[in-house]
């Protein structure tokens, strides 16, 4: 149980272009979904939080006009990366927490963004 | 200074061998610690949580020391399959705080 998805797996673009990742819980109901960004030997940084039905949360630094995020239903959540530059190019992974339980994430298997 | 810092490593052992991570968090109210193992270009995925009193599984045993806000991981009997990126977390508020991860790479 607890699988969480994420698609596409990979994507290259060019710059300018706007990016959607989805990210699904398979198995179990997320109230709160996480995205997260992780550039080449970097940690995982926390991009947002994701409340289903409410306006995301978003990290200092993060441009919400940039990164927009909607959490539609307790199983879906998707990221655009809007007008996407080569500085972008990164791993976003998303990772779900499931409703009502404890406070453990699983995490997607990531989307790796290549902008050119 | 870092939220949560340990040394990238990377470290080279031989299998079989015995080797400790540390790591060092700056929040004195974060709560919740726990290991990551992150495979090259995957996702991490929770190895371990860790607690005040130390717990182990298996050959993995992970100590945490509040007064020195200062969390360690000990892996025995290293495998070739233990090579991976293991990532120092903490959590507060429900929010993950990662380290930058420390590599491991067991040689035969």
């Known amino acids: 149980g607890a699988v969480v998805s994420q698609h596409p797996s990979r994507v290259i673009c060019k710059s300018g272009t706007s990016v959607k990742i989805e990210c699904r819980s398979l198995?179990?109901?997320?109230?709160?979904m996480f995205w997260y960004r992780q550039f080449p030997k970097k940690s995982l940084m926390l991009m947002a939080t994701?409340?289903?039905?409410?306006?995301?949360?978003?990290e200092q630094g993060v441009e919400k006009d940039k990164f927009l995020i909607n959490h539609a239903s307790l199983t879906l959540s998707t990221l655009t990366v809007t007008s996407a530059h080569p500085e972008d190019s990164s791993f976003y992974i998303c990772?779900?927490?499931?409703?009502?339980?404890?406070?453990?994430?699983?995490f997607g298997p990531g989307t790796r963004l290549t902008v050119l | 200074r870092k939220e949560v810092e340990q040394d990238p490593g990377p470290f080279n052992v031989p299998e079989g061998a015995t080797v400790a991570f540390n790591c060092t968090y700056s929040?004195?109210?974060?709560?919740?610690f726990f290991w990551y193992r992150q495979d090259c270009r995957k996702e991490p995925k929770l190895l371990m949580s860790?607690?005040?009193s130390g717990n182990e599984d298996g050959r993995f045993t992970a100590q945490l020391n509040r007064a020195s806000q200062y969390i360690s991981l000990l892996i025995r009997d290293s495998k070739l399959s233990d090579s991976a990126t293991y990532l120092c977390v903490e959590s507060n508020t429900g929010k993950l705080i990662f380290g930058q991860g420390t590599t491991l790479q067991v040689k035969p």
């Open positions: 860790v607690y005040s």
């Open positions: 994701s409340n289903e039905g409410s306006k995301a949360t978003y």
């Open positions: 198995d179990f109901q997320a109230t709160t």
């Open positions: 929040n004195s109210a974060s709560q919740s």
């Open positions: 990772s779900a927490s499931p409703r009502g339980g404890l406070r453990e994430q699983f």
